[in-house]
């Protein structure tokens, strides 16, 4: 099967420039996950979506963080005005129960770099 | 507040021995854990996971333990390769599903 798709892979902007990513999820999964990793951390959960309904979004910097999935299915996270702290990657998932990974069936994008000069 | 904790940022071992990659949790309400393998510039890929029901869990060369009383868990890798260097997380399942991680170990095997 196809994987989670990402693009762009690596961005740079200046600060207070906005910026957006986007995810297409495998094919069938109804959730969909928006993760930040900063260098030396692990990925922390910014926005979870089931089918287009927001489940969790209490990590989300709503002052200039949004998120959208579009039809249940390909979702966008924007960025504005951009901090010099948001330089991270930007990691997409989606899950389905069961299957090869796990129960809860994630699966994770290539991820987008983003630098905030 | 760090509720799944990796102490060790980095690891390395010699190839064809053991590595043993070391994890804490906080919250005994997790009952499901896993373990993702990152290399640079890819995202995070599934290696193993392990239900509280289980105390141990083998796949392979991966085998992962939990202690729940002590609420660690830790992955052993036997025998090493050298490419099996790269950051492992482990992860705890939480609320909706979510995934909790930890810090991240650096392994590097060496030839």
């Known amino acids: 099967e196809a994987g989670v798709a990402q693009s762009p892979r690596y961005k740079i902007i200046e600060k207070r420039q906005s910026v957006a990513f986007w995810c297409n999820p495998i094919s069938g999964h109804a959730t969909l996950y928006w993760y930040q990793q900063i260098l030396g951390q692990g990925p922390k959960l910014l926005i979870q979506?089931?089918?287009?309904?927001?489940?969790?979004d209490s990590q989300l910097p709503k002052d200039r963080f949004s998120a959208e999935r579009l039809k249940g299915v390909d979702s966008t996270l924007k960025i504005q005005p951009a901090k010099l702290e948001d330089s991270a990657v930007y990691l997409c998932?989606?899950?389905?129960?069961?299957?090869?990974?796990?129960?809860?069936?994630?699966?994770f994008g290539s991820g987008t770099r983003l630098t905030v000069v | 507040d760090q509720q799944v904790k990796q102490n060790s940022p980095s690891l390395s071992v010699q190839e064809g021995r053991i590595s043993i990659l070391n994890c804490d949790y906080t919250n005994s309400m997790f009952d499901y854990f896993l373990w993702y393998k990152k290399y640079p510039a890819e995202g995070p890929t599934f290696l193993i996971s392990i239900s509280s029901i289980k105390d141990k869990n083998e796949d392979g060369r991966f085998t992962v333990f939990l202690n729940k009383s002590a609420k660690h868990l830790s992955l052993h890798i036997v025998p090493s390769q050298p490419g099996d260097s790269a950051v492992y997380f482990c992860?705890?399942?939480?609320?909706?599903?979510?995934?909790?991680f930890g810090q991240g170990t650096e392994l590097s095997v060496k030839p």
């Open positions: 998932a989606s899950s389905t129960p069961g299957g090869r990974q796990g129960r809860y069936g994630y699966t």
């Open positions: 979506f089931q089918n287009n309904g927001v489940v969790d």
């Open positions: 992860a705890a399942v939480g609320q909706g599903g979510k995934l909790i």
